[in-house]
């Protein structure tokens, strides 16, 4: 299983982003997907997830407006949309994968322990 995250970049305040996270060796309709970040010196935190039949996507509620998770599985990828751009979504993206039925909710959507795979990052920065 390989999760490769791509998208990052220098962006300004204000403005948008969209990173991808292909699935390979895996069919990724069976699989639900999870975006974290991590900042230089702070935890990972959960950005957005989306379950296996794309029926149910969640967000922390600090991250609700601003980030969109739709998904292609003809294309095996997963999106994160982020929009209005604010210094402090600076950080490395993560995607990691779940196997169906692990994803049930909130709870478990945010957890690290949710996903068995992960991709490597890609580094998202946020300045004018």
Not at 36 to 45: H, L, S, T
Not at 115 to 126: D, K
């Amino acid at each position: 299983v390989q999760l490769q995250a791509s998208g990052g970049g220098l962006v300004q305040p204000g403005g948008s982003l969209r990173l991808s996270c292909v699935a390979s060796g895996i069919v990724l309709n069976f699989y639900s997907i999870g975006w974290f970040r991590q900042a230089p010196g702070k935890a990972r935190e959960f950005v957005s997830g989306i379950d296996w039949s794309g029926k149910n996507t969640y967000y922390p509620d600090s991250m609700k407006g601003r980030f969109a998770v739709p998904r292609d599985n003809a294309k095996s990828t997963v999106y994160l949309q982020i929009d209005s751009l604010k210094p402090e979504d600076a950080a490395t993206y993560f995607c990691a994968s779940a196997t169906a039925g692990r994803m049930v909710g909130s709870a478990t959507a945010g957890s690290i322990y949710t996903y068995a795979y992960w991709g490597q990052g890609t580094l998202v920065t946020v300045s004018s």
